[in-house]
């Protein structure tokens, strides 16, 4: 007994300060959301199009990058010839609408809190389901390492619970595989109303690597609605805990990082 | 030592396609019979389509002893007869290739899909339409059946348990997957292309590291590219700190399911930390980016070698208290012995790999038996257990994480000088085939990679380890408490995405 005591004196408080305090240091070479000098672009040049492997770059007018495709491998970064795309450490990602992951020349929409009765019901305390659909286990691993000491996202009245019906809503991850969808399909139908679903990831955004595979339906929004995206391939933790606290209310009137 | 009429190749090595015999299905069907009963084992076994219809299948056999591989082919049709009744550790490659390519294993004692991928047009065996048909079924007045999943109760991926029990004990558990089919394998064929390295990385996410490195091998191998001796190092870097991750990881989670609560979260944040690690190198938690055809993406400052010098310090040192109070603790040790065995010999008989292997006493480790990359220029002791238990399970991974740690501190100590990528030009040889081999934190991938007459890939073939062991979880319930599920499961902790692919 005594070890275990001292043992947890050792180990001591881990528990990061954030959003109280400032958030954790991300690593140098940490690949945040992207930005684009266009002013840069030649005229007709695709370069970045080209090498994109989900087809997040649209250049048809302006460089504009779909944040729900993309895996953040850089490729655009290193093919673009003016140097005009660079991944930035900015952790900040998340959306309410679909749209608001297409990345312009205008500044980002970030997700904005739930309104009105969803807000009351679920801002101090939100119970969701993680369904994985065809996810690689990397945003599942990421979700799930909320809940260790580091992060500790009981704290918020945040709770992975364990059956649809102990839930207010959905965390998804995955494309949605083919074999997936009735599961899906049956657990989103098992949580009581009024509920929500939060993609996390490329793949449930908009099926990342497997675009267009038949063997999947491009992500959660083709089977459920959807009320987060939290893009990335996997998404940082402190991506994730970024849209959930935006969404339940808890990131209001802060300093920008 | 050759595998008789095969041809011999060694792991990362291409050779010509033509110089792969191919037999007929007799001859093949006896030779990989004969070599499984004389210290070889299969390493994968698949079909690649002809364009006269037929099905060419192609055995990769590895000699764990004498570090050799050896590649063998035949020609089939419609159906041939089963290899499992004699060779039990391909019956899972056979139902693969059923399903794959709609020829029948005459004679398998248990021919279903795996993955419940859509039937081929024409095809001749009637499969059951999903996962949750036809389960192999105990009857009896007081026997009953459990059903959990493909949705768990947990955050981890879907997949579906069939238990039949007496009471608290299993008789039966028979596991369906195919939940995560997202199409791996088919997307892969003629490639390399831009999308290539991305299902790599993403085929089972929490080995990123470990499927990118036999990717980089197998392209390495054809394209005759030697990797630079810093890329290599920075490779095998990234590998133990995936392997100390998730082994981490895992005995938090053991400790968690036997209700031993200060292990699992300690080990629940230092896994954290380690991925935090490899976020250093590459920005990735999981190791996105880090390997590239050719060697590494990133080099390392001295500035970023200490850092994760001091990394590397800090989490050994507070997984040893971790650790320590794991092993100590009576209660923990009695959950653990003597439950969910797998003897030694059923181990061999259905081929598991990895860590599950090593627990069983089998001393079977890629790094060791099948040197590359880094491995071939240091070496990583390998442990092995007995009891084949889930205390072994853990022991492994325990003992793994000490000498991982160390390797990762020699190599950032005395990281080789130059360059860590050379160039990688496409297209590839043409008609070729290459086996890679890398060891996983779970055990061994294959990789086999066939290319055409336009240097793209024909053929992409993935074995991930969890392919092996699914099987062995299946076993190592029989006649356990039900309620010993969950910690038997996380004591092999498969992959699923990278079963289904």
């Known amino acids: ?257 | 030592m050759t595998s008789g009429p095969f041809a011999d190749l060694r792991n990362s090595e291409a050779i010509p396609t033509a110089r792969v015999p191919v037999l007929p299905i007799d001859a093949f069907r006896r030779a990989v019979i004969d070599a499984t009963s004389g210290g070889w084992r299969v390493s994968s076994l698949f079909g690649v389509p002809e364009s006269d219809r037929s099905l060419r299948l192609f055995a990769i056999l590895a000699h764990d002893e004498h570090g050799n591989l050896s590649v063998g082919a035949a020609k089939v049709r419609e159906s041939y007869e089963s290899l499992t009744p004699d060779c039990p550790e391909v019956h899972w490659f056979e139902r693969e290739i059923a399903e794959q390519w709609g020829v029948e294993p005459r004679g398998h004692p248990r021919l279903k899909p795996i993955r419940y991928q859509p039937p081929r047009a024409g095809e001749r065996w009637e499969r059951p339409p999903s996962a949750m048909t036809d389960f192999f079924r105990v009857e009896g007045e007081e026997v009953h059946e459990v059903a959990v999943g493909p949705v768990h109760a947990g955050v981890i991926e879907p997949g579906h348990f069939r238990f039949q029990c007496f009471g608290e004990e299993v008789l039966h558990l028979e596991i369906a997957l195919g939940y995560q089919h997202r199409g791996v394998e088919r997307a892969l064929v003629g490639g390399p292309h831009k999308r290539t390295i991305h299902y790599m990385e993403t085929l089972a996410g929490d080995t990123t590291v470990g499927h990118a490195h036999a990717y980089g091998q197998a392209v390495e191998a054809i394209a005759r590219i030697a990797v630079p001796p810093r890329g290599m190092a920075i490779r095998g870097i990234g590998l133990e700190l995936e392997r100390i991750a998730n082994h981490i990881g895992d005995l938090g989670a053991m400790a968690g399911d036997v209700g031993f609560l200060p292990t699992a979260s300690y080990c629940g944040r230092i896994r954290g930390d380690i991925l935090n690690l490899t976020a250093v190198i590459c920005g990735s938690r999981f190791g996105r980016g880090l390997i590239r055809p050719g060697g590494a993406a990133f080099d390392l400052s001295d500035d970023l070698l200490r850092k994760l010098l001091a990394g590397v310090e800090s989490g050994a040192r507070d997984l040893a208290i971790a650790d320590r109070l794991f092993w100590g603790s009576a209660s923990v040790m009695a959950r653990i012995e003597g439950v969910g065995v797998v003897p030694m010999d059923v181990c061999e008989e259905i081929g598991l790999v990895g860590p599950a292997a090593r627990a069983c006493g089998v001393d079977r480790d890629v790094r060791k038996d099948h040197p590359f990359g880094i491995y071939r220029y240091t070496h990583i002791p390998t442990c092995t257990w007995s009891a084949g238990d889930v205390f072994g399970r853990a022991h492994i991974r325990s003992i793994e994480i000490q000498r991982s740690f160390s390797f990762i501190r020699e190599q950032l100590e005395a990281l080789p000088i130059g360059d860590v990528r050379a160039e990688c030009s496409e297209p590839l040889a043409p008609n070729r085939i290459a086996v890679s081999l890398v060891e996983g934190w779970r055990g061994e991938i294959c990789h086999a990679a066939v290319t055409g007459e336009d240097g793209r890939f024909v053929s992409y073939k993935i074995v991930d380890p969890s392919f092996h062991n699914w099987f062995g979880l299946a076993y190592a319930l029989r006649g356990q408490q039900i309620s010993d599920f969950p910690l038997c499961n996380k004591s092999f902790n498969l992959s699923y995405c990278g079963h289904d692919l």
């Open chain 1, 1 to 257: 007994m005594i070890r275990t005591i001292l043992a947890r004196v050792r180990q001591g408080y881990r528990t990061t300060e954030y959003p109280k305090g400032p958030p954790p240091v991300l690593p140098e070479r940490f690949r945040g959301r992207p930005a684009v000098d266009a002013s840069k672009c030649p005229d007709g040049c695709r370069e970045c199009a080209a090498a994109c492997p989900t087809g997040a770059i649209d250049v048809s007018a302006g460089v504009r990058i779909d944040l729900g495709k993309c895996l953040f491998c850089t490729e655009c970064e290193t093919a673009c010839p003016e140097k005009a795309i660079h991944y930035t450490g900015d952790h900040r990602l998340a959306a309410r609408k679909r749209e608001d992951l297409i990345l312009g020349a205008e500044e980002m929409q970030l997700a904005e809190e739930l309104s009105g009765r969803l807000r009351t019901l679920l801002g101090r305390s939100l119970n969701l389901r993680v369904v994985s659909a065809g996810g690689c286990n990397a945003c599942e691993a990421d979700t799930n390492v909320l809940t260790t000491v580091g992060w500790d996202i009981g704290r918020f009245g945040i709770r992975y619970v364990a059956s649809p019906r102990h839930a207010d809503g959905l965390l998804l991850t995955g494309p949605v595989t083919e074999n997936m969808r009735e599961a899906l399909r049956k657990t989103y139908d098992a949580v009581p109303d009024p509920k929500i679903v939060i993609a996390v990831g490329a793949c449930a955004i908009s099926g990342g690597p497997y675009i267009d595979h038949p063997e999947q339906q491009n992500g959660a929004a083709s089977c459920v609605p959807v009320d987060l995206f939290i893009p990335g391939c996997p998404p940082h933790p402190l991506t994730i805990l970024d849209g959930l606290l935006r969404l339940i209310g808890r990131l209001r009137r802060r300093r920008r990082p």
